[in-house]
């Protein structure tokens, strides 16, 4: 059965010169005029089902200069997007009256519902004066900076905003990126207002960082989000926060302090051990770029060079995805000189798309961007990842300082291969947690094979809301689907057909215990425990995830307290241990079971229906 499953995932071989994994299509998507950009970010702002795109301009807007403005672009769900920038209130747009900013004036686009109302709000990051635009739900914008008291400061020069439910409560709060003052910390105060706790919160940073941007994440596996900053030129600074009520710098202590140029980022587990790895921007000539892998002890190792990707240039926008479906996550990274360094002029280079070799071969990554049609020497700065036509696989959009937009369609399911391609996407819905569900873990199983999801949206100069996004090869079903929100609680899907678009909302599965146990290798691992079917008619089997061998001792339980079934399992190895219950003799109703191996306890309830 293993090795059934493992094929099922070696599907897919590097795209040759007769297929190329993308072809640019930026005139036919409309795209092509948007020129002088720095960041790209993507939401469904008109909620019509399909993700718009919005782009940053990089200069002080003049009305009569559309290179000067940003660019709000409408889907239109037949292959191409509409300008709606005027439309949706954006016909008057930024313009710094004090200094001159040498990147740019505009810089980062972060989509964000902080209110909740279920209506994609947008921050944007500039120099001097930041804005926040509130979605009023009719397709139009209103600017609520003021009242909601995001301003920044009149001397500060932003770069990104980064929407996070630091305090877990439910909403949004934002922090914004700096690069030439200390970093700012909002907290959402639930009235459409925002208090600035920078300080209290131990979230002030070095007073001399140039951050580009941010992320957040639970590097300590503690269900508490923690913070990484991208310093240009210093070392990275890494917020800890073990309390849930104040941070600590704690870069040298994970070991990702990199004291290169770093601009961006992106998140996802590489290697499919579960735990979520950083892989870094830099100017390469200055530093080469880091691959922090998560060693699972709040201790992370730098592979880059070991896997092939130290060098993507200049670097600025990454993101890490599976674009040929085969259930490992590829790389891509965009590059683009803005001055001389050392007294020498940086070349132009492409940009880089690494394809994963995990499933083919070992833990690597192997250049084809030329191979794979991902090309350009446009300097580019954002990156975002997307399904622009809702074909399953995930399409590119490229924001360029000195040319038009690039917009890659990716043709792993439109390819005319033997090859499978299967895949899924997931919709997220936060009721308790944030609506955009921002901070979410997903993780899908196929027989014994897990593959894991980090939902966050962030990038350097944006931040989307989009689909969680799977490939996985040949596999024609999802054994299961767990979801982890920052409640702590996780929740459970079985038997999902593959190839669909669909929607979860918090609250809507089968809640499942998920407990921190020890690895005997000293990383982190996950014990799980879980009933499937449950509720069930007949019989039902007892699943457990274990990291210790031993026997397992089973016991069901009616409502009254009485011992009903009772056996024993054996495990040999650390893995999954499967018992099945057989319950036609009793009648339907509610029942527990309680497993013991060790000084462990596992219980949890079944729900036995009529029929």
Known sequence: MKNLILLAFLVFVVQNANAQ????????????????????????????????????????????????????????????FSDATIEAGFGVQYINEGLKAERGEKMGASWGDYDND???????????????????????????????????????????GLWWDHDRDGDLDLYVSVLNNENIMYRNNGDGTFTNITESAGLKGADNAITWSSVAIDAGKDNILDLYCLNDTQENEFFENRSGLKYNESALAYRIADEGASMGFAVGDCNNDGLFDIYVT??????????????????????????GVEDTGWGWGTQFF??????????????????????????????????????????????ISTASGFAGKAKSKGLEVFDYDMDGDLDMVVANMEEGAYFFENNTVKNDDPTAKN????????TVSNRDAFGTTVKIRMGDKWLYRYHHGAAVFGQSIKPVHFGVGAAAMIDEIRFTWLTGKTEALYDIPVNQIMNFKEGSGVEVQEETGSNPNGGAIVEQHFAKPNPFHEVTTLHFELANIGTMRLKIISAMGQVVYQTTGELQEPGILEIPWDSAELSAGIYFYEGKMGDKRFVGKLVKSSK
Request: glycine content about 8%; charged content about 25%.
């Open 21 to 80: 994994a993308f072809t640019k299509i930026e005139i036919a998507a409309n795209l092509a005029q948007i020129e002088n950009t720095n960041g790209v970010a993507v939401a469904d702002y008109d909620q019509d089902g399909d993700l718009d795109v919005f782009f940053t301009g990089i200069k002080n807007f003049q009305p009569n200069d559309q290179k000067t403005w940003n660019h709000l672009m409408k889907n239109n769900g037949d292959g191409s």
């Open 118 to 160: 279920g209506f994609p709000d947008i921050f944007l990051a500039n120099s001097r004066f930041d804005q926040l635009y509130h979605n009023n739900g009719n397709g139009t914008f209103t600017d609520v900076t003021a009242q909601a008291g995001v301003e920044g400061c009149n001397v500060c020069y932003s770069s990104s």
């Open 423 to 430: 895949w899924l996407e997931i919709k997220l819905e936060g």
């Open 282 to 307: 830099n100017i390469y000539n200055h530093h080469p770029n880091p691959l922090y892998m998560d060693l699972g002890n709040r201790r992370y190792a730098n592979k880059a060079k070991e896997y």
């Open 322 to 367: 599976d674009f040929d479906h085969d259930g490992d996550e590829d790389l891509a990274a965009v590059n683009g000189p803005i001055d001389e360094l050392y007294g020498d002029v940086q070349p132009d280079i492409d940009n880089f798309l690494f394809k994963n070799m995990l499933l083919e071969e070992e833990m690597r990554f192997e250049n």
